[in-house]
């Protein structure tokens, strides 16, 4: 029996108290389940969402449900016996309540371990479309095939060992318990077992596996309990612990993860695939969780699932900071946002990596003409309510797309949620890229003279884009009032603003000797006796010279820009709790994770000089956490 360690079964014929000291078992769940439970939870809290509680409640009342019938039939038939000095009282169908509690708590540790693990990913990318009648769809069916074959033998295996009631009767019996259940979330979820992370499949049952193994070593070898000689191949793992109960332990968490791997494959097939699910409800019904697991594969948008891929993969390599916080949010809000900072960052780097200006113009009227063929068909109305683009304007939108950017960028222009964003932001920080344009070796300052150029350049590059995130937001959780929408938009810009401020303070010297650019305004710079010639000098190799004079004027300058991006932030970091509450946290995250960089400037730590300030990686998960925690206090 599995769970004898918490519950000190002895089989019937050696039923004997004195095998199992009183002490050691009520104490049990305290000693072993509880504290990483407490840990787990502590650690998760945060995190928790509402879809996370579902799934707890979700996958912990299977389990009970599957667990309970089964251990009250080996007791009933007198397969297993425990000594009544070791137990509380109560029971459910003669399982003693500690038993019972065992199922339930190492459900949700297994499970709080799944979901910390999986936090980072994002689930739709590890569909894959199977079309019929390809080498690639028959590769996923013989893979599926293979698998359930490799199962069904199991279950036919283990029949003959209940069969012949000998020494493999307890290895028999756990095999055609747990198999059955085994073989269907297989069958449901096979191309995420075999295509997720290792972290996300392997470590969350290797972990509670080994965990739960040693304890019930140390629990045997106290004698807390035994398997009758009868029933047992007598074969043991290591010395004191049978192999019957190291498969036990194993199977039970492979169940637990194999079901919250089917759950996670369910949502993510919802929540990846708006054609199939225009829309979906924050808590999906069992009966549309299995409908959507028996989506056929061969239907899935592999467009979209590619273009996920790619921003997912885009923004991870790109920006530490909202990688972060992307897994904070949730669900289709992620999805878009993740879109949209692909969207921005191919749009950017276009123009930054062009290879002359020509190129880089001609970028940007490509892209300002697939803004006007997405957003050719809207219609003001003579009330002032817009309709939106048609399909036949989408249609234009992709034929041009296709045409005139490469395939791995122009994906992620087709999945841009225009339908959703409002089309002046875009234009606008197209504007903003434009301004990057009047930077010349002859104008190493380009447009940004006084401090109103630098706020104008701020809020067309950062506050557009945090304008276009709250459109999300305010989209996918609705019920924000028009005049709390406004503010939400004005803070938002400000913020953006702010941390386009820290982003230039960190980029100064990457901004002067690799671009000859100086975004500082002229005026700063003559107060510190400086021209943007002579900035941009200070960062070339030759100048470390006067490394002192230099490191002054940078400091101060660095410490002006960062005076304005706090002040701005301040002002403006009240504002994210009035954002519908599924988003709340996870824009402090965003904000705080980003505004860190500025916090280790001021520090001065590592890359206040000529170096790119970095925030260490331990740093940023505390920043965020905290940050998930509550409003930061300044
Ligand atoms: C969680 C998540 C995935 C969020 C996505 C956010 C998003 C869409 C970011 C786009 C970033 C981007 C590439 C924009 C292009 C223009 C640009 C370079 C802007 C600067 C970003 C810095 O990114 P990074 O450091 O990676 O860039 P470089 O390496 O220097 O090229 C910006 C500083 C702008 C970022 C601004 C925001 C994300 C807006 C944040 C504000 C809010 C979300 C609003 C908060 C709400 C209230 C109510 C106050």
Redesign the pocket.
């Known amino acids: 029996m599995g769970y004898d360690y918490a519950l000190v079964y002895v089989p019937a014929q050696q039923h004997d108290s004195s095998d199992a000291p009183a002490d050691h078992n009520p104490h049990s769940h305290l000693t072993y389940t509880l504290p990483p439970a407490c840990l787990l939870t502590l650690l998760y809290a945060p995190l928790c969402t509402k879809l996370d509680l579902y799934r707890i409640a979700f996958l912990t009342t299977i389990a009970v449900a599957a667990t309970v019938p089964w251990d009250s039939y080996l007791i009933r038939t007198h397969i297993w016996t425990y000594p009544p000095a070791v137990i509380l009282g109560p029971t459910l169908l003669a399982i003693p309540l500690e038993e019972v509690f065992f199922f339930v708590i190492q459900t949700y540790t297994t499970t709080l371990l799944y979901l910390l693990l999986a936090k980072p990913l994002l689930h739709g990318i590890y569909l894959v479309r199977e079309p019929r009648g390809t080498r690639e769809g028959k590769k996923w069916q013989y893979l599926k095939l293979g698998g359930q074959l490799a199962v069904a033998l199991a279950i036919k295996q283990a029949i003959t060992f209940v069969r012949a009631a000998g020494t493999r009767t307890y290895l028999g019996l756990i095999l055609v318990w747990a198999a059955p259940f085994l073989w269907l979330l297989w069958s449901l979820a096979y191309q995420f077992l075999l295509r997720l992370p290792l972290t996300s499949t392997f470590l969350p049952v290797a972990l509670p596996t080994l965990y739960l193994w040693v304890v019930d070593t140390v629990a045997l070898k106290r004698g807390t309990w035994v398997i009758s000689p009868a029933t047992k191949t007598g074969i043991v793992l290591w010395e004191g612990l049978e192999i019957e109960e190291a498969l036990f332990f194993l199977l039970t968490n492979c169940l637990i993860v194999f079901g919250l791997v089917a759950f996670d494959n369910a949502i993510a097939v919802l929540h990846t695939l708006p054609s199939h699910y225009p829309s979906v409800p924050a808590l999906p019904s069992p009966l549309l969780l299995v409908k959507a697991l028996l989506l056929p594969a061969s239907t899935y948008d592999d467009d979209r699932i590619l273009a996920l891929a790619q921003s997912v993969a885009r ?1 991870k390599s ?2 530490r ?2 990688y972060l ?2 897994a904070t ?1 949730q669900g289709r809000l992620r999805i878009d ?2 879109i ?2 692909s969207f ?2 191919v749009a ?1 780097d276009l123009i930054d990596h062009s290879a002359d200006p020509a190129e880089a113009r001609a970028w940007l009227q490509k892209l300002k003409l697939f803004l006007d063929l997405s957003y050719g068909g809207d219609e003001v109305k003579p009330n002032g309510s817009v309709v939106k683009a048609t399909d036949r304007n989408q249609g234009q939108a992709t034929l041009f797309a296709v045409r005139a950017f490469p395939d791995d960028i122009m994906l992620t222009l087709l999945m841009l949620p225009t339908p959703i964003l409002d089309k002046e932001p875009l234009y606008e ?1 197209l504007k ?1 890229f434009e301004m990057d344009l009047l930077f010349t070796p002859s104008n190493p300052s380009g447009p940004i003279k006084s401090e109103a150029d630098l706020d104008l350049y701020g809020s067309r ?2 506050g557009t ?2 304008m ?3 459109q999300l937001v305010m989209h996918h959780y609705p019920g924000t009032s028009a005049a709390d929408a406004q503010r ?1 938009m004005q ?2 810009s400000e ?2 603003i702010a ?2 401020y ?2 230039i303070a960190r ?1 100064l010297g990457v901004d002067a000797r690799e671009s000859g650019r100086c975004y500082v305004p002229s005026s700063w710079l003559k107060r510190e006796k400086l021209t943007p010639e002579s900035f941009i000098h200070g960062f070339t190799a030759r100048a470390r010279g006067d490394d002192g004079v230099f490191r002054k004027k940078l400091a101060a300058v660095r410490s002006r820009l960062l005076d304005r991006a706090f002040e701005r932030y301040e002002r ?2 009240e ?2 709790e ?2 519908p509450v599924e988003a709340r946290a ?2 402090r995250v ?2 705080e994770s ?1 505004m860190q960089i500025a916090r280790e400037l001021r520090r001065g730590g590592g890359a206040a000089g000529r170096g790119r300030a970095t925030v260490p990686g331990w740093r940023r998960a505390w920043v965020g956490w905290r940050a998930l925690v509550g409003p930061v206090r300044s």
Request: charged share 10%.
């Open positions: 923004l790109k920006s900071s909202f916080a992307s949010f946002l993740i949209l900072y921005c960052r950017d920080l903003g590059v950062a884009v945090a276009l995130c709250i939400l803070a938002g913020m953006g941390l386009q820290t982003n980029d403006n970091r504002a994210i009035a954002l996870p824009m965003a904000v980003y």
